[in-house]
């Protein structure tokens, strides 16, 4: 049966594109932190959106599971496949043009392939934003950014994926091809079908071509640093900035004083720009569509109402783009400084913004209670209540032996996150990595809603296998 597959797979799409050998096929299998490499039968590389629809034809009829895969960037193992060796992985690389541009409209059309930066870059040509925004942006593909519904630097502002798409083009689990690509801001003609597919990580179907929503591009960016003692005083700091700032607030990072302790650690040449540590720290950031003088204005004076409140004790206002640039620069490089000392334990949580301060107070003693020592790195984007609340080995404790306790120390952040109602994935997903935990903690209701989807949009069961749902 596979030989005969994988020649129709070849007869359709042209051998070239129909990858079997093991050093051909090593990257798509491997995930982006390289924990886990996956098998397949092949990796299918197709070139129209044609193309894709037999693919997912021919699969369907020789019952061959399909992983849809962008840049391979996710943190949840939702784009490698498992380690049986039945699946195929669907590369969308080559679906990689910006199809039309419409500038009254304010949209974007594009194959799902396109890389995040290329359609930033052409949005950016046109005078406009398209403001998906996150480290990955010179990789990630926009199927994969909708397909997990991505957050990023600028949710606060423009929010996450789904509200930046108008319509979406899907080959269907049948390989039916849904012409859905509407560039309507207003459509109530029934269930909306686009919502189902952006952050379905490819378990309905395969996202082909996306309408994207463009914005006008701001005249200046703005940032500043600025140090807080306490969660608390971030959660006001926050209030302070949407009432005296409106939507010019544009980004609203947390990170403790851990996380920059390490980044100074790690990167000693980047920026410090207070001579004195303090407990935490926020990067906001100011956008204006009028002018740089109007942005600076507005942050000095809010900066300067939370100083005098007692909100916060030092700020840093960044007064050229390499200032601005050079303290992005600290929020970015958190991840890597974590990679450079060794493994932790991640957690990716939502919480309302009102629980943030009270989640950490809470959550961090019983941290302390159970793994003596441990180390907390938090930080996020806390403008929409999301933070990376990370667990790092106390000094002394190999990583190997600390994340044996990893199910224990779950089991403390998420029962903490689920007691405050909030998510134990904001923006990175499910995939394979964060099943079990979605099963513990979703409602039966509502697990039994989400596999009814699944059954009638995908009755075979071939879309991404064991991603989402067991
Ligand atoms: P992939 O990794 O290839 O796939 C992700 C999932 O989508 C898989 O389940 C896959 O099967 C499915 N999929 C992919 N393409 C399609 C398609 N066309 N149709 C159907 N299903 C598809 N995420 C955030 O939200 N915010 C961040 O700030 C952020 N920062 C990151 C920083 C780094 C350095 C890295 C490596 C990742 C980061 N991520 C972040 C994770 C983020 O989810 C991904 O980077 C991105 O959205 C995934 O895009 P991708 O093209 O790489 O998708």
Not at 160 to 187: F, M, P, S, Y
Not at 229 to 245: E, G, V
């Amino acid at each position: 049966m596979n030989a005969s597959f994988l020649d129709r797979c070849r007869a359709l799409l042209g051998g070239a594109w129909v990858l079997d050998s093991e050093a051909d096929m090593a990257p798509y299998l491997r995930d982006w932190r390289g924990r886990f490499t996956g098998r397949a039968l092949a990796v299918l590389r197709p070139g129209s959106v044609e193309e894709v629809a037999g693919l997912v034809r021919l699969c369907a009829e020789a019952r061959v599971p399909i992983v849809p895969q962008g840049g391979n960037t996710g943190l949840v193992l939702g784009s490698v496949p498992d380690g049986q060796g039945s699946a195929v992985v669907l590369s969308l690389a080559r679906l990689n043009q910006i199809r039309v541009i419409d500038a009254l409209n304010r949209t974007m059309t594009v194959d799902a392939g396109c890389i995040l930066q290329q359609v930033q870059e052409a949005a950016a040509a046109q005078d406009c934003l398209f403001p998906l925004s996150l480290a990955a942006e010179g990789s990630c593909t926009i199927g994969g950014n909708l397909s997990t519904n991505a957050g990023g630097t600028a949710v606060l502002r423009y929010g996450n994926a789904r509200e930046l798409c108008l319509g979406l083009e899907v080959v269907t689990a049948q390989g039916e091809i849904w012409h859905g690509l509407r560039g309507l801001r207003k459509d109530n003609t029934g269930y909306d079908l686009r919502d189902l597919f952006i952050g379905a990580e490819g378990t309905l179907g395969i996202i082909t071509g996306a309408v994207l929503k463009l914005y006008p591009k701001p005249k200046a960016s703005i940032t500043a640093l600025v140090a807080l003692p306490s969660p608390t005083q971030a959660q006001r700091l926050l209030a302070l900035m949407q009432d005296r700032c409106g939507a010019s607030l544009t980004g609203f990072e947390l990170m403790s004083a851990y996380c920059l302790a390490l980044v100074a650690k790690h990167f000693p040449s980047l920026p410090r720009p207070f001579s004195e540590p303090h407990e935490q720290y926020v990067l906001l950031e100011l956008s204006s569509t009028e002018s740089a003088q109007h942005a600076v204005g507005l942050l000095e004076d809010a900066v300067g109402a939370a100083v005098n409140e007692g909100i916060a004790t030092d700020a840093a206002v960044a007064s050229t783009v390499a200032q601005s640039q050079g303290l992005w620069q600290l929020r970015e490089h958190i991840p890597l400084a974590q990679a450079a000392d060794g493994k932790n334990i991640k957690h990716d949580i939502s919480l309302p913004v009102s629980s943030i301060a009270a989640f950490i107070e809470h959550t961090e003693p019983l941290l302390q209670q159970a793994f003596p020592g441990c180390q907390l790195v938090c930080f996020g984007h806390l403008g929409d209540g999301n933070l990376h609340f990370n667990v790092a080995p106390p000094p002394g404790v190999a990583n190997e032996a600390f994340l044996l306790h990893q199910e224990a120390v779950n089991r403390v952040v998420h029962d903490a996150v689920h007691a405050f109602c909030g998510s134990i994935s904001a923006e990175h997903g499910i995939g394979a990595l964060k099943r079990d935990e979605l099963a513990r903690y979703k409602s039966p209701v509502e697990l039994g809603m989400m596999r009814a989807i699944k059954a009638a949009l995908d009755p075979l069961g071939i879309m991404n296998p064991g991603k989402i749902l067991g």
